[in-house]
């Protein structure tokens, strides 16, 4: 029991025909669901915005989706309207079971974004999971889910930071790669005694 599953985010809106489309992002379903048998903790993380949430470029006036822009936490992207609230776009796909032991919403303060299931972006204002994860007893962690450079990268580096030993499984993740992003972070999950397996 000192083993979990984390599956990141497996929205309607980061799969194909979503607000922010991860290409293949609903290739990882099948997989996900294969591997939760393999655990007997299985938490899924959930991209849960308020409408007008700060990291939406709409709610910048002139900018446009994938610019940046600094808030007080430091550089932020801005991402078309995605999981907001309540929305198709905020379910978990169709498919994927979501029987797990706990999910966890992030991303729902207006004015902060969150990729990882750890922190918001700030690197400092926790979502609880640490303490869930501690309470339990576990120690070791894989990472499945969308997308590999942005949610799950963020949640790995925290987990793998805060002294959990960290497996991310590439075959069933897939990856936005804005300019580059993927190549930097497998380098950065690497640096970061990661396990990547595929």
Not at 18 to 29: F, Q
Not at 40 to 55: C, F, K, N, R, Y
Not at 82 to 107: M, N, P, W, Y
């Amino acid at each position: 029991m000192t083993q979990a599953l984390i599956v990141v985010d497996v929205q309607n809106d980061f799969c194909p025909g979503g607000a922010l489309a991860v290409p293949g992002g609903d290739e990882v379903v099948a997989p996900i669901n294969a591997m939760m048998t393999q655990f007997e903790t299985v938490i899924l993380t959930q991209d849960w915005h308020p409408a007008g949430h700060s990291s939406f470029a709409s709610s910048h006036p002139g900018k446009a989706p994938f610019e940046t822009v600094e808030m007080a936490y430091g550089t932020q992207v801005l991402w078309p309207d995605h999981c907001v609230q309540g929305s198709d776009g905020a379910a978990f796909r169709e498919g994927l079971r979501t029987d797990g032991d706990l999910i966890l919403r992030k991303g729902f303060r207006t004015g902060i974004d969150s990729y990882s299931g750890f922190f918001e972006n700030d690197q400092t204002t926790p979502t609880g999971l640490e303490g869930y994860l501690r309470s339990r007893g576990i120690t070791r962690l894989t990472l499945a889910g969308l997308a590999t450079d942005f949610c799950v990268a963020f949640t790995a580096l925290d987990a793998a930071r805060l002294g959990f030993t960290v497996t991310v499984d590439l075959a069933a993740c897939r990856a936005i790669d804005l300019d580059g992003s993927l190549a930097a972070s497998l380098s950065l999950m690497k640096d970061a005694g990661i396990a990547l397996q595929s």
